[in-house]
Nanobody, 115 residues
Framework: QVQLVESGGGLVQPGGSLRLSCAVS????????MDWYRQAPGKQRELVARITNGGMTNIADSLKGRFTISRDNAKNTVYLQMNTVKPEDTAVYYC?????????WGQGTQVTVSS
């Protein structure tokens, strides 16, 4: 059963914008925080952004000012807004849900920044 579904990835030119979405299944209970991670080829997966159940947000220092995380509770969806993208933002972006019991991962969505 697919519980986190990312969408919105694709090819974007440097300097452009992209918004990723993560649809969260209602079968995941008691989520305490939602994350976006990314993994570039040959690199470790890294935390990009987090939004807690209370609405507090945190963005990786290197991405502050360009990326933002938000959510729409009515739609059970978390977003990652990516602005002024750079080639080094190319990666597979993953949605991650944290509960008291376990974490859940989405299948990832590819973002490619290239002219």
């Amino acid at each position: 059963q697919v519980q986190l579904v990312e969408s919105g990835g694709g090819l974007v030119q440097p300097g452009g914008s992209l918004r990723l979405s993560c649809a969260v299944s209602k079968t995941i209970f008691a989520i305490t925080a939602m994350d976006w991670y990314r993994q570039a080829p040959g690199k470790q997966r890294e935390l990009v952004a987090r939004i807690t159940n209370g609405g507090m947000t945190n963005i990786a220092d290197s991405l502050k000012g360009r990326f933002t995380i938000s959510r729409d509770n009515a739609k059970n969806t978390v977003y990652l807004q990516m602005n002024t993208v750079k080639p080094e933002d190319t990666a597979v972006y993953y949605c991650h849900a944290i509960t008291a019991i376990r974490g859940y991962w989405g299948q990832g969505t590819q973002v490619t920044v290239s002219s």
